[in-house]
């Protein structure tokens, strides 16, 4: 019997070669999405994603349909672009916002993250929050809705941010990721830490009055 040490390493190679794939896949797409653009056609195939939906399932366990279904539903919202839902919190304390940054980024944003299917705004925040901070927290009354769109990686995103008032349980900075960092930023200073959307930043001192 292998160990776990063993069966580990095997998922590991798996995934290496999932990986592989899936930029295979992208860099396709992404060839096939400027095809369609050039001749005017719609990103979008709702018959073949179905198509490729039927073939997934039919070769997938039942019991791991449910995952193979959401996998290839979150490629497709990939390939053909959608408008991202996130929660944002606003969280203050003497003068500070706390503010959140990828390692070496120059630019910061609220801490928060996506919304996932199911859930509230408030409750994706918390969500958040606890696992990126790992801290418990509470999120308060809606106090804005802010559209954005921006190119990453040379591909265009676009998203709804719901921002909350945030009220953190411990006052930590502590990034419990290992690729974002956490910071309190003075109110005056949010020009300086490139706050993003910039929209953002009259909204957040708005909250500290």
């Known amino acids: 019997m ?3 040490h063993e069966l580990e390493q095997a998922i590991d190679r798996i995934d290496d070669r999932l990986i592989d ?6 860099a396709l797409a992404a060839q096939l999405a400027e095809a369609k653009r050039r001749q005017g056609l719609p990103l979008a195939d709702a018959e073949r994603e179905r198509r490729t ?7 997938t366990p039942a019991a791991e349909r449910d995952t193979v279904y959401g996998v290839y539903e979150k490629i497709f919202a990939g390939s053909r672009g959608v408008i991202e839902t996130i929660a944002r919190g606003i969280a203050i304390k003497d003068g500070q916002v706390l503010l959140c940054r990828g390692k070496g980024a120059k630019s910061s944003y609220l801490p928060g993250g996506h919304i996932e299917f199911g859930e509230s705004g408030q409750t994706a925040l918390v969500r958040e ?3 990126e901070l790992g801290v418990g927290s509470t999120a308060g009354a809606l106090v804005g809705c802010i559209e954005n769109a921006f190119d990453q990686h040379g591909k265009r995103h676009c998203e709804i941010n719901l921002i909350y008032r945030l009220d953190l349980e411990e006052m930590s900075a502590e990034s419990q990721e290992d690729w974002i960092s956490f910071e309190w930023c003075p109110l005056k200073d949010l020009d300086r830490a490139n706050l993003l959307p910039v929209t953002l930043r009259e909204l957040v001192r708005a909250q500290a009055e």
């Open 2 to 4: 292998e160990t776990i």
């Open 21 to 26: 794939v899936l930029n295979e896949r992208f």
């Open 53 to 59: 939906f039927d073939r997934a399932l039919a070769a």
């Open 129 to 131: 929050v606890r696992e």
